[in-house]
């Protein structure tokens, strides 16, 4: 389970906000409960460390600790996922 | 003059008259009835398997309650008898 | 033998091996000795592990297409050799969870739950912490499990590595590191699947636990550590979905594939279309003169060889699409497309059906199962007929070369005009419908990309088969039957000979020995009169007749009502009827015929049938009229209900009636004639 350092500031922002390289762990999915449970069994379940690769539209990450997934998203969707940040 | 009757382009006609219109189908041709027999199967045929009639027919049937692959409409080991 | 071995604190449940009937059950199978008892094995894994390759080189062509019945979803069952006998092997769909609310999800538990013999999981190596909470679901139905671990092949070569012995002993279960690509361990996994075992840890149910699971999993198999090096990925995919590159690159392959599609299957087109032809023309020879050869031939092989022209297309095209799946980009394309469709709110699932029925609409609206949001799915189903598939392109050919002689320039542009006037209709449609009857936000969507790798010939091979195969059997039957039909409506009721044909007749045995050519003239003409004859006073000249006031407004007269009306069985029998009504004969490309079509004129004896206004209204029709039965039939199968079929009829015909009216109303008022 991958958290930061307790040392910096976190925020939650929705995964459009970030930038291509940045990092994050991700938050909750904030859709309907069938879309949460399928971008959670794809890899953007709680706790689940990302990076981002692609801003915009679609906007594509990186899942798991070991980087082993690779997910695109339209920009709708990436609205609705929150992902812990450090400052 | 002899009117020759040239070969049949399609098939034998057999000379219609006003008083027995069904001399328009060659009733005494066996081969008349055997593809009439076949299209109406395919006729059959289409609307089975194209209207939804066996939809209406088959109201009434619960679904299975396991699902098993089925090829063709036939479970592939439905011809095993049980021991 | 195939029964499993359990550990002794399993509780002992009875499950008896399934065992197939007589050996000629699965396609290529050999009898069975008493010693093997196949067994049944179920194929499970999530999308893009390389599953259906493993299934390819374990069963090859020794497999059918199955349905899950009561549903669209289709899988294969296949038959694997191993050195105890033989196994048959279920292919289900790839699902990221058994435990997802998911049609295919519920359809993998369902089969779980009916007690397969042996469940084999196929993860793959090079992203393998994400693979195990499926293992881990799998594990927790107390089934016998094997786990495949595929792609090995490919993590070796990025650093990857997977400890399998650990996991084995971990688990407790055979795990077996293979490639499907190179074939790689293939031997050992088909003799594990004869020896599977019942795992002897199971993951928990809650979500910490089931996390501590996987990640402890993660740990023994040591591959929690590999990273990627992706940068060339990352340059690719933003490539791709670069707003303007990624369009780019789209147009360039869809060019490559359309060409491919009209270029490259005309050969293979060209011969069938011949092939058919001679075999017909001997068959006629060879058997007696008669009603039943006359059915065989004008009906069954050109109905046959009329449906089997499409074959060489399909397999093209779902070939072409393998090959672009495999490589990783279609995911990205799909992207692409999601920009351009949703406005008309589709989805970017819907470009490969879409695209598909510009050669077929039939495997086009089957490949929209792939669409995940059902109203999405469903409007993309009605539409996709207005796509300008193959059958259309003869109807097009002979009314734009009616219309442009001898400038193919503007022929050429009529054409293209056609395709786009198609694609429109349909996507505007698909608004229209997702406006009102299908309303809703469609569904965000989520693609895994997959790594791009070097696409599998032979998968695409197999690819092209199944999808050919069952064009085939869908197709085919429906095609046959109406052919067969519709020989039938148009040879009865006989018509005797007509005055003018008997005329022609005598006149030719008058001049039989002094002019032998102009008697072969006038009796070519004699048998023309008469094959108009008999098609005017038959089944089918009597419906033409009867819908000619329907069809009069929009030009069509009743020659050209007969040509509408069999179309609809099959639009391209339109040409070949059109020669027939105006001719006697039906290959329009005999010596005159084309010429004989353009200067028919109408029952006054003084307007042409085909004006030029009655030929650009019928062209209109032929673009947007719904005139193919087997894709009402598909379409109600797979929207789920003839409901959706029927608006699908009455909305296409309705369009094309509508817009052939205005077309003509333009052409009246243009003073074109």
Redesign the interface.
Known sequence: MATLPETTTRRIVPLTQLKRGDRGVVSEARTDDESKALLGAMGLRANEPIRLCRHGEPCIVMTGACESCRIGLTRRLADRVFVEVAM | ?R????EP???E????TTSNPTA???VG?W??W???L??AL??A??CW??L?LR?IFRKGRS??K??????E?ER??????DH | MLAPRRPSTAIMSDTPS?????SD??PGDAANDAAGQPA?VILLGIPNTGKTTLFNRLCGLRH???????TTLE?R?GSVKAEAGTL?L?DLPGVYSIELNQHEAR?CR??L??SPDAVCVVLDATSLPRNLQLLGEVLRRRLPTVVAINMIDLARRRGIAVNTEAMEAELGIPVVAISARSGEGIDRLTSAMTNPRYARTTMPSDADGERAWVDRLAQVAEADTATLDDTLTDRLDRAFTHPVLGIAVFAIVMTGVFWALFRLATIPMDFIDSMFGQFGAWVAGVLPE???T??LVDGVIAGVGGAAVFLPQICLLFFLFSLLEDTGYLARATFVVDRLLRPFGLPGHAFIPLLSSHACALPGIMAARAIPDRRERIATILVAPFMTCSARLPVYVLLTTLLFRDRPALAALAFTGCYALGALAGVFSALLFRRTILRGEGRPMALELPSYKQPSVRDALMSAWDRGLVFAKNAG??I???S??L??LA???????SVGS?VL??G??MVAESQPEHAEEL?AQ??AL??TA?LEHSFAGILGHAVEPVMSPIGFDWRISIGVLSSFAAREVFVSTMAVVFT?EDDIEGAGVFERIRDAKRDDGVTPVITRATAWSLLVFFVLAMQC?PT??LT?REAGG?KWAGLQFVWMTGVAYGASLITITICHAAGVT
Do not use: C
């Not at chain 2, 592939?76 to 008898?81: F, Q, T």
């Not at chain 3, 059918?64 to 009561?70: D, E, I, S, Y």
């Not at chain 3, 040879?491 to 005797?496: L, R």
């Open positions: 003059m009117s020759i009757m040239m382009i399609l098939m006609p057999i000379l219609a328009s189908f060659p041709d081969q008349f055997v593809v009439t076949v299209f395919a006729i045929w289409l398997n194209v939804p939809q679904a299975p396991r699902t098993v692959l089925t090829v409409g592939p080991d439905s011809r095993a008898k | 399934a065992s197939l009937g007589p059950e699965l049944h059918k297409t199955a349905n899950f019945p009561g899988s069952i048959r279920d359809v369902e089969t739950e009916g008669g009603l039943i006359s059915m039957s429906v046959l039957a109406i067969i039909v020989w039938w040879a009865y009721p006989v018509s005797q000979p008997v007749t005598q030719a045995s009796i004699a048998k008469d094959a008999q006697g039965l009402l039939v109600a003839w």
